[in-house]
Structures are given as C-alpha cells and as structure tokens.
T-cell receptor, first 114, second 111 residues
C-alpha cells in the first residue's frame, strides 16, 4: 500500500511569491490534515478535512493561506504571498475516517522563503 | 488547544540502556495518546499508541504507560539500539481527531 505522497519535497522562493503544496492521501482515507512543523518543534495543525469539507481550519492564517480538497481525495495548500516566517516543513497526514485516531504522515515539503 | 509538555528535550543513553520520555497534559477529555518517531529529514512515523481505557501497551522493545488520573503518559524503550536515535513526539487528541503534539525529545543512542 502506498503511503501519503507529497510534492514538491523542497521549495525555495522569495518573499511575496506564491507557493503551492500537493498531497495525495492513502487510498480510501477520508480524513486529511495539513500541519506545519517549525524547526525543533512538533507539528501544528493548519486544517482538517473530512472528505471535501474543511471541518477545522481555526489555525489556518486565512489572510494568506488557502486549501482545497475538491473531490475529497487530493488536496492543495497555497500560500500567497509568502513571508519569511513561513519557512517550515509542511506535512500532510491522512486517517481512514473521522472516528479513527491514527494518522499517517507524508514526507513533507520543506519550504524556504528568502 | 492546550499544550502537551514533553520531557526531556534531549536524552543520551548507551546502547543497551533503557530510555524513558514523559508527557503531561491538562485536557481531561483526551482519550488517545500516540507516539511518533521522526528521523532527520523523514516523516513522523506512528510507533505506538494508547487509548484511555488501558494503562499500558507493549510492542516488542517499546511500551507506553498512561496515568489518566495524573494526566501523564510515558514512552519506554528497552535495550536501546543506535537505530533508535531520532526525535520522538508525544501527542494527545484534542477536540475530535485533531492531535496536539509535544515539542519532541531528541534521543541519542551511543554504540
């Protein structure tokens, strides 16, 4: 079984530029999460999807971050415009359903904003 | 959500020794407590988890204990090996299935 897939693995951009990250969850997993992991810290939730519905986006900085999961499978997280403080690893995770607690992470996208 | 306090931040042991990492929380509604292992530049991997209806769970050399009354849970690794070196994160569920993570413990196992 393939794990969570993310792309790109690395991205370097200048501040004020836009950037997008893509995630393909484990097949059949209805719940999808986006986390941000700063250096030396644990992952912090940005948004959680149940199928195509964003059910928890309270930690997503909505002035510059947006996300979508149009068909309830793949998801895209976008930042526009990027700021220096956005440099981090962006992790995607998936879970079989809302009632299943186990979360499986992708390899992440390491974003560097210069 | 409320934080999860994780200690120690770094832990150095000799190969073959045991390692213990402890986490405390304050939200009494939490009922799921996973542990993740993250090697440098890799994804966090779920290594063991425990639910609030049990006090201890073992899987070969790793075990997790939970004290719901005191609101703390611990990861125990016995007979440590160099390949156990990594950053370990504890977490608890907050709300429904959302996880709140600790800040991590860097475990170094010296041969």
């Amino acid at each position: 079984e393939a794990g969570v897939v993310q792309s790109p693995r690395y991205k370097i951009i200048e501040k004020k530029q836009p950037v997008a990250f893509w995630c393909n969850p484990i097949s059949g997993h209805n719940t999808l999460y986006w986390y941000r992991q700063n250096l030396g810290q644990g992952p912090e939730l940005l948004i959680r999807y149940e199928n195509e519905e964003a059910v928890d986006d309270s930690q997503l900085p909505k002035d510059r971050f947006s996300a979508e999961r149009l068909k309830g499978v793949d998801s895209t997280l976008k930042i526009q415009p990027a700021e220096l403080g956005d440099s981090a690893v962006y992790l995607c995770a998936s879970s079989p359903s809302a009632g299943a607690y186990e979360q499986y992470f992708g390899p992440g996208t390491r974003l560097t904003v210069t | 959500g409320e934080n999860v306090e994780q200690h120690p931040s770094t832990l150095s042991v000799q190969e073959g020794d045991s390692a213990v990492i402890k986490c405390t929380y304050s939200d009494s509604a939490s009922n799921y407590f996973p542990w993740y292992k993250q090697e440098l530049g890799k994804r966090p991997q779920l290594i063991i988890d425990i639910r609030s209806n049990v006090g201890e769970k073992k899987d070969q050399r790793i075990a997790v204990t939970l004290n719901k009354t005191a609101k703390h849970f611990s990861l125990h690794i016995t007979e440590t090996q160099p390949e156990d070196s990594a950053v370990y994160f504890c977490a608890r569920n907050s709300g429904y299935s959302t996880l709140t993570f600790g800040k991590g413990t860097m475990l170094l196992v010296s041969p």
